[in-house]
């Protein structure tokens, strides 16, 4: 009986916080997330990245064993998604950003926090560093086809990763004012970000519900296979085994719409839109079980 009390005060604040969203977007289509967007790209992100690698009692060698978990993660759902969408006859590059970036810092990171506490909270924001920075640079690579190194060098969450990396490798005392200034960012940013997507529900529209379920096979079935071979390959235990299950097993995350609305032609950006709000959807059902296997097998 405990793990269904813990399983459901892990999950109801996320989906609590993602029905608000829903609700403020059917109540109100017209709401403004431009804000939101920008904040935590250029704010919250940063924030969340630096307190939670520095402020959780994170090591360096945990964060570089994490962060090479993330590109493993993401590399092989590279394959997959190739894989995938060569059967199904759509764009390898454009199409590939929602299959191989999960929406592990909207949804993985606060429940791995409710999960496994704060240091659990580290380890899994490890990850999400690997996934922002992907959203960031990769992604918008993908979207426009083009390789262009001014991206990585304007992308605010790539230097909130390299100055977090400094900061623990020289094992550096964070004073408490700029803990609890990162902490309340990081916050903020969780809970806007949970909001944003139950907006995006509102908004983005199924336009091939056939073709958005084969791919959410993809991102839902393969997720945490992948996730589970790692384990298996790299020996984990505990929690840092259920936090890779987690990550592994998210929905497509929202920004691949957003950097594909500005990059991508709009045939490309209702595919991508397709496969988040039924990846999106089904994750209602596919977490809980998820959650529960890593609450009753890794702890």
Known sequence: MD???KLFEVLFPVFFIV????FLGKKDPKIDTNFITKFTANVGFPGLVFYSLTGTGLTFNEF??????GIILISSFSFIGIIFLFFLK??????LPPYILPNTGNMGLPICLFAYGNHGFG???SIGACVILGHFTLNIFLAQKKFDFSIILKSVPFYAVIFSAFWLYFELKTPNFILNTTMLLTYATIFLVLMSLGIALTRLKVFSLKESIIGSIARLIF???IGFVIIIFFDLKGYAAGIILIQSSMPSAVLTYLVGSMYSPKKVVDEIASMIVVTTILSFITIPLVVFFSLKYFI
Do not use: T
């Open 3 to 5: 793990i269904y009390i």
């Open 19 to 22: 029905g608000i969203g829903y």
């Open 64 to 69: 570089q064993s994490f962060f090479i978990y």
């Open 90 to 95: 759509k764009d390898l590059i454009r199409n």
């Open 123 to 125: 380890l899994a924001s």
């Open 223 to 225: 997720g945490p296979i």
